[in-house]
């Protein structure tokens, strides 16, 4: 499947499921306040371990919750 006809579904899925998603079309070209990169990085360097290991052990209880639900819905896995 062409990246392009992947990115319009992404797209349309964005529409739908966030609430105040604006879409590429209304992006400025090449803004420098999209240049998100410098500002995550700076951000990442900036936490702490423990913060890091959290989001890492949340992420595999929630993977686990996928896998137990053979790929269907779950809300909650704690």
Known sequence: MPFSHRASEIVQLLKQMTPHFIPPT???PKSPHLRL???IVEEWEQLGRHV?????RQW?????????????????YD
Do not use: M, S
């Open 60 to 76: 595999c209880r929630r993977l686990r919750g996928c896998v137990d639900a053979d790929g269907g819905q779950f809300e909650h």
């Open 52 to 56: 890091i290991d959290n989001a890492i």
């Open 37 to 39: 990169r410098p500002r």
């Open 26 to 28: 209304l992006w400025p």
